[in-house]
């Protein structure tokens, strides 16, 4: 399922009209008495071809749109979804943090610099794991 599904990706963001055709099937087949597995595999499927065709949309966003701000809203939406910790480091922070090197970089640009840190737990993982 997941290859059909990239296989199709096209970055379409910046065409007036994008053509679609959509797949309009897919048949899964599973051996006896494990449909509940191939279906929960499909879901996963799903969830990292999703996952896989953001990334490529940003990876493909020409910076005039995929601005440092508008990467930390993404990632603050997404993770009100998916229920990582986001944190987004503006310029006054930046500044404390002794960042001389992302706000130098950052000089270049028409927008304020931004830096996320993005923190996952899964359930069971002890505070202090991965310091």
């Known amino acids: 399922m997941e290859g059909v599904l990239l296989a199709r990706y096209e970055f379409t963001v910046l065409r007036a009209k994008p053509e679609r055709s959509p797949v309009t099937g897919l048949t899964l087949?599973?051996?006896?008495?494990?449909?509940?597995?191939?279906?929960?595999?499909?879901?996963?499927?799903l969830t990292h071809v999703r996952a896989t065709m953001l990334a490529r949309d940003l990876a493909s966003?020409?910076?005039?749109?995929?601005?440092a701000a508008v990467l930390a809203e993404t990632a603050q939406?997404?993770?009100?979804?998916?229920?990582?910790d986001v944190e987004v480091f503006e310029e006054t922070a930046l500044r404390e943090m002794g960042c001389g090197g992302l706000l130098g970089v950052n000089a270049g640009s028409v927008g304020p610099p931004r830096m996320i840190r993005i923190r996952y737990r899964p359930d069971g993982a002890p505070a202090d794991a991965a310091r």
């Open 77 to 84: 939406r997404l993770a009100a979804e998916c229920g990582p």
């Open 61 to 67: 966003s020409p910076p005039s749109m995929l601005t």
């Open 29 to 45: 087949m599973a051996p006896a008495g494990r449909r509940a597995d191939a279906e929960a595999g499909a879901r996963r499927g």
